[in-house]
C-alpha cells in the first residue's frame, strides 16, 4: 500500500502540475483557444529523476570504494536520460510517466548492485520523505485548484462566469478527493487522474474568453515558475536574486532590439540585426544558477524542436551564486562551488566549461565584465528574450521556461512584421 501510496503521490504531481498542458496538435486554433502549459520546473524528466536520487545518495554514508562506483551509475543514467529526453519531448503526461517510472526503476537497480542492503534502505527512505522536497502528496491537488482559484480570481469574470467556476471547481475538488481514497484503498489511479486533468481542462476553457485565458495563462505560469524557483534553493521572487546594479526590465515587448554589441565565447561578435528576417531566442544564465542547469536539456530539446524556425544564443553571465556569496541549498547539494570571475577571459571559460559539462549544443556568448548585455535586456540571473522576424521584442521571459517559450517561439516566427521594421 505504501508503494501505492508513493506512486499516486508522484503521478498526482505530474498531472496536477500539468492540468492546463494542452496537446501540441490543439494550437491549430491558438487565436480562439490558447494553449496554456506549466511551468517547465513541475514537468518531471530524466535529469528530475537523476536529481532525486543524487539528493537521496548525498545524505548516505559511502565508502571510498563506493563512491567512484556511484558516479559511474549517474553518468550511465545521465547518458541514457539524453536519450529518453528525446523520446518523451512530445509524449502526453500518461505515456511519459511509465517510461520516467521505468528510467527511476533502472538507476535503482543498478544502485543496489553497488550498495548495501541497509544503505538500499536508506535510499527508500530518502527518496520517500526527500528532505520535504519530493513530489508532492496527493491531498496537495487541492493545493493545485487553490492556485487555480487564485489565477481566477484576477480575471473580471461575470455573474454566470462565476458559478461556473465555482460548481468546476467543486466538482474537481470531490474528484480528487475520491482519487485519493482509491490511491489509500492500493488503486492504480493513473487513468483517473488523468481524465480528472483532461475534464477539468476542457470545461474551463468553454467557460473563459480568448483574453481571459491569456490572462489566466500568464497568472498560472508565474505561479508554476515561482514554486520551481523556490524548490530550486532560491529566493522566492525572482527580484531578491538581482544584485542591486543589476535591477532593470529589459526593453519592452515591441521596442527595437538594443544595439548593445554581444561577444560569442568563441570571440567573435554576434550582431542580432544579422538575423533579420529570423526569430532569435536570448537566454541568460550561468553554472552556478540551480535553475538554468536543471532545465539545460529541456532548451536542448527546445532547439532540436524550434531550430528550423528559430536561432538560440546562451549568455553566460556574472554568476548568480558564486562561491562564498550565497548559501544555495542546491549548490550545495550538487557540489557546485563556482567563484566569480573577474575576467572576459575567465567568463569565457567558465561558459565553455558550463556548456561541456551540461552538454549544450546552443552557441556560447558571455557578458562583459560591466555586465552590458544583462542591463540592456533585464536577463538576469536567468530570463529569456525572443527576438521577432522584424527586429523587434517579441516576447520575454523572467525565468526561463522551455514549455512556454516555445508558444513564443511559435507566435514570433508566425507574426507578421510591424510596420516601420
Known amino acids: 500500500m505504501l508503494n501505492s501510496l508513493r506512486n499516486a503521490a508522484i503521478a498526482i504531481t505530474a498531472t496536477a502540475a500539468?492540468?492546463?498542458a494542452l496537446p501540441r496538435h490543439a494550437r491549430a486554433d491558438a487565436t480562439s483557444r490558447p494553449t496554456?502549459?506549466?511551468?517547465?520546473?513541475?514537468?518531471?524528466?530524466?535529469?528530475y529523476v537523476i536529481q532525486r536520487f543524487k539528493k537521496a545518495i548525498a545524505q548516505i554514508d559511502l565508502t571510498d570504494d563506493e563512491k567512484p562506483k556511484v558516479n559511474a551509475v549517474f553518468d550511465q543514467a545521465n547518458q541514457r536520460g539524453l536519450d529518453l529526453s528525446q523520446t518523451l519531448a512530445d509524449m502526453q503526461p500518461q505515456d511519459r510517466y511509465p517510461k520516467l517510472a521505468a528510467f527511476s526503476k533502472e538507476i535503482r537497480q543498478d544502485l543496489a548492485g553497488v550498495l548495501t542492503d541497509d544503505q538500499m534502505k536508506t535510499l527508500d527512505q530518502k527518496l520517500g520523505s526527500d528532505g520535504g522536497q519530493r513530489p508532492a502528496a496527493p491531498q496537495n491537488a487541492g493545493g493545485m485548484l487553490e492556485t487555480v482559484q487564485q489565477a481566477l480570481a484576477k480575471l473580471d469574470l461575470s455573474d454566470d462566469q462565476k458559478q461556473q467556476v465555482k460548481d468546476l471547481i467543486s466538482s474537481a475538488r470531490e474528484k480528487f478527493a475520491d482519487i485519493r481514497k482509491s490511491a489509500a484503498a492500493g488503486a492504480d489511479v493513473q487513468q483517473e487522474l488523468q481524465q480528472a486533468r483532461k475534464d477539468l481542462r476542457d470545461k474551463l476553457q468553454t467557460i473563459l474568453t480568448p483574453d481571459q485565458m491569456q490572462t489566466f495563462m500568464a497568472s498560472m505560469q508565474q505561479s508554476f515558475q515561482r514554486r520551481a524557483h523556490s524548490s530550486s534553493g532560491s529566493a522566492d521572487s525572482p527580484a531578491e536574486n538581482k544584485p542591486a546594479d543589476l535591477q532593470f526590465t529589459g526593453p519592452a515587448v515591441g521596442s527595437p532590439v538594443p544595439a548593445t554589441p554581444i561577444l560569442e565565447a568563441n570571440g567573435r561578435l554576434f550582431s542580432p540585426s544579422q538575423y533579420k528576417g529570423h526569430v532569435l531566442v536570448l537566454e541568460f544564465g550561468t553554472m552556478s544558477c540551480p535553475v538554468f542547469r536543471s532545465h539545460a536539456q529541456d532548451m536542448e530539446k527546445l532547439k532540436f524542436i524550434e531550430g528550423p524556425r528559430a536561432?538560440?544564443?546562451i549568455v553566460y553571465t556574472r554568476e548568480a551564486f558564486p562561491a562564498g556569496d550565497k548559501n544555495v541549498e542546491r549548490n550545495t547539494q550538487e557540489g557546485v562551488s563556482i567563484p566569480q570571475t573577474t575576467t572576459v577571459d575567465d567568463r569565457k571559460a567558465q561558459a565553455l566549461e558550463a556548456q561541456r559539462e551540461l552538454r549544450i549544443t546552443i552557441p556560447m556568448a558571455v557578458d562583459p565584465m560591466d555586465d552590458a548585455v544583462s542591463k540592456t535586456y533585464g536577463g538576469f540571473p536567468n530570463g529569456a528574450v525572443v527576438i521577432g522576424k522584424d527586429g523587434a521584442i517579441a516576447a520575454r521571459q523572467e525565468w526561463t521556461n522551455p514549455d512556454t517559450l516555445r508558444q513564443?517561439?511559435?507566435?514570433?516566427?508566425?507574426a507578421q512584421e510591424s510596420p516601420g521594421h
Open 18 to 20: 500539468l492540468v492546463f
Open 311 to 313: 536561432f538560440f544564443l
Open 36 to 47: 496554456i502549459s506549466a511551468g517547465s520546473g513541475m514537468r518531471p524528466g530524466p535529469a
Open 408 to 414: 513564443m517561439i511559435d507566435d514570433a516566427f508566425n
